[in-house]
């Protein structure tokens, strides 16, 4: 998938989230905001792997830094969409975030939790291209959905732009609109 669907579906994960929470996390709006942004970093950050993955191109040298970390996955598609690679990914960011707990106030376990539903959002779109997915990764064997690889869309096709991307859009749309009082409530009592 593009970076921009992993985009979108990393912000439908949020949403979907948001509204599933039975109990919302009193958080400021610099938690929020930043939250938000984690969310999407963590939508492409498997694509961390690939050095020309939209993931780079957001930070100042990232295409400098690619070239020298990309080498160490193994290649695109390997260990960072992996299980084991979601496991340890995650492990070391929420290590991070702690560390800078002590250091900002910001509620880093609802930043990590925002990362993670982007993670798991990037791992869903894959599941639905050629490709697949490595989930027992060292193992070759790819998981895909359907499972029948023919029938799996190619990453920016016209599937993917005509159908995948706008129906996130209106997913995404139709949940704000239906769940629009939990959205405005949340605005009004949570954020302090």
């Known amino acids: 998938m593009t970076g921009r669907t992993h985009d979108v579906a990393a912000f439908t994960g949020l949403v979907t989230a948001f509204i599933f929470v039975p109990q919302l996390p ?14 999407f970093i963590g939508g492409l950050f498997p694509d961390i792997d690939q050095p020309t ?24 598609r390997h260990f960072s969409h992996s299980l084991i690679g979601l ?10 975030l702690n560390l800078l707990s002590s250091i900002v106030l910001i509620d880093m376990e609802i930043v990590w939790y925002a ?28 998981f ?15 599937m993917e732009s005509v159908v995948v991307f706008p129906g996130l859009l209106v997913v995404t ?20």
């Not at 993955?53 to 695109?76: E, T, Y």
């Not at 496991?87 to 991070?96: R, S």
Request: hydrophobic residues 50%.
């Open 26 to 39: 009193e958080m400021t709006l610099a938690t929020a905001v930043v939250a938000f942004g984690a969310n």
């Open 173 to 192: 749309g139709y949940l704000i609109f239906l769940y629009q009082s939990k959205f405005l409530d949340f605005f009004h009592r949570y954020l302090k």
């Open 53 to 76: 993955s939209d993931f780079w191109d957001n930070f100042r040298w990232g295409p400098f830094m690619a070239k020298i970390i990309c080498p160490a996955f193994g290649g695109h």
């Open 87 to 96: 496991v340890l990914i995650g492990g070391t960011i929420k290590l991070f």
């Open 144 to 158: 895909g959905f359907p499972p029948f690889q023919f029938l799996r869309m190619r990453s920016g096709s016209w």
């Open 115 to 142: 990362f993670m539903i982007g993670m798991v959002s990037h791992f869903i779109t894959d599941f639905l291209t050629k490709d697949g997915l490595p989930l027992l990764w060292p193992l070759k064997f790819k």
